[in-house]
């Protein structure tokens, strides 16, 4: 039987499991041991709440499957207790000497967005800033319930453009599908403990929203 996806607010208890889903959906295991994939999920995910005006969980008997961030530019507020947050995950991610060699891609993909979005940012108004799906839950529409749920909160907020960031380790394919359009793309070479891996690097814009409608017929998410 298939078991029902309902859409909820964030509770506290939902932290570890969004940690978990973030390691594997973008492979943190592959890159440290498990307490600093542990430590640089708790990081990806602090600096995410803090950045967020609307959160959506997706979740099956309980259990978080998927989540969604965004942000809109005129609803945002400096969080301190988020901030504080993500400053004490980062304390501990760098207290140890891998923590440390691994934050350093990190500090890259973060330059590299800001070199992707800075002659672009006056076209938003908001962010998709964190979207994942377990893996194990692909498929069975949840990535489109939470998606249709943050384009739905936007255009409650008068965004008329929002945007994300992706790369080639994520299904950016689905976005495509979505009708983002892809608006500018970076590559780069990493050295991963010794092996060069290159990847690319995008930045997606949703179409105006007077064509968010059309975008869905055209992918036949309604």
């Given at each position: 039987m298939r078991q029902e996806v309902i859409l909820r607010a964030l509770q506290k208890s939902d932290l570890g499991a969004i940690e978990d889903i973030i390691r594997r959906a973008?492979?943190?295991d592959d890159?440290?041991?498990?307490?600093?994939?542990?430590q640089l999920a708790a990081v990806f995910l602090r600096s995410c709440?803090?950045?967020q005006t609307f959160v959506r969980v997706a979740a099956v008997d309980g259990v978080p499957v998927?989540?969604?961030?965004g942000r809109s530019d005129r609803s945002y507020r400096w969080r301190l207790r988020e901030a504080a947050g993500q400053a004490a995950a980062i304390l501990r991610l760098l207290a140890s000497r891998e923590g440390r060699a691994v934050s350093r891609i990190f500090r890259s993909v973060d330059s590299i967005d800001r070199q992707l979005l800075a002659p672009r940012r006056a076209m938003f108004q908001g962010e998709l800033s964190f979207f994942a799906v377990r893996e194990d839950c692909r498929g069975l529409?949840?990535?489109?319930?939470l998606f249709d749920a943050l384009r739905t909160y936007m255009s409650r907020e008068d965004v008329q453009r929002?945007?994300?960031f992706t790369d080639t380790s994520c299904n950016y394919g689905f976005y495509e599908h979505q009708g983002m359009r892809r608006c500018a793309r970076q590559d780069h070479i990493f050295d991963?403990?010794?092996?060069?891996?290159e990847m690319h690097f995008f930045l997606y814009s949703s179409p105006p929203a007077e064509q968010w409608e059309k975008a869905d017929e055209k992918?036949?998410?309604r």
């Open positions: 973008w492979h943190y890159l440290a041991g498990p307490d600093t994939a542990r709440l803090k950045n998927g989540v969604i961030m529409g949840v990535g489109q319930k929002f945007y994300l991963m403990g010794g092996r060069r891996e992918a036949g998410a």
